[in-house]
């Protein structure tokens, strides 16, 4: 028996032996799981940013988004005023969130003055963003209202011979027609909060 055993008694035997050993002896090893279908979850196992108590939270924070949600599968005034939340940090700088939906960015200030409808157009377009329309500079008039304008918006028109546009003025609260090329006004841009 003690020839056979020193015969087979080889240093492969002798590590797969000691593997053995440990494996058996329950030591603990770092194993990475990775689920790749649904099918390998099952129902109610994963639990959001307000787990069940005694469970901990299983979602990367801000890795949820629309895109991930069902539509209407989201009720409540929190789930929207948590929503809401994320999208107050997501206007260019120097812009703020407005609109009962908060779905728009104005300048909190002025971004140029003296400028023509054209040249207003370009001082957002070279900046990223947009002049606004009618109904985004009323949506928008507590924070336009502050820089008194007159601003224009991007709706603009021939009459005729003429070329018109329409402005807001912070001042009258309304919106009125004007020559785009002649006049010139405060430049105020607007933009739409990015979902990043």
Known sequence: MRQWIRSHLT????VSLAAL????????????????????????????????TGKHANII??????????DNSLTGADVLESSLKGLRNNCPSGMTLVGKAHDL???ATNRATGKNWADSAA???????????ISEALEGHAVLDAGAGPYWTDDAFKDGSADVAYGYSGVMHNIFEDQRSDNTFTVRCVATPSDA
């Open 123 to 133: 001082v957002c377009e070279n900046a990223g963003l947009r002049l606004p329309s």
């Open 61 to 70: 924070g801000g890795s949820v988004n629309g895109k991930d949600v069902a």
């Open 105 to 107: 960015c104005v300048d």
């Open 11 to 14: 240093f492969a035997n002798v």
């Open 21 to 52: 050993f440990v494996a058996l002896g329950g030591t603990a090893t770092a194993v990475t799981y990775v689920v790749s279908s649904n099918s390998q979850v099952g129902p109610a196992t994963i639990s959001g940013h307000k787990p069940p």
